[in-house]
């Protein structure tokens, strides 16, 4: 699977993690593309090498989601 992050934060500061197939996938020109991945927590720990506040999507990745 693709997973991407977000370029802008959340209202807590995360970069939130997404599948490429999440409904709240962000337009190309506000995400970082991340590759193929195994699952959301190999996703999350090659966005933290950008954002050390990435986290999973809460509807995509909720494994990875830790708020």
Not at 5 to 18: A, C, F, L, Q, Y
Not at 33 to 60: F, I, M, P, Q
């Amino acid at each position: 699977m693709k997973y991407y992050v977000n370029k802008e934060s959340d209202k807590r500061g995360d970069h939130e993690v997404h599948k490429e197939i999440c409904f709240w996938l962000p337009d190309p020109n506000n995400r970082i593309a991340l590759g193929e991945c195994a699952n959301a927590h190999e996703a999350v720990r090659k966005a933290k090498e950008y954002y050390s506040t990435a986290d999973g999507c809460y509807h995509c990745c909720p494994e990875a989601h830790t708020h």
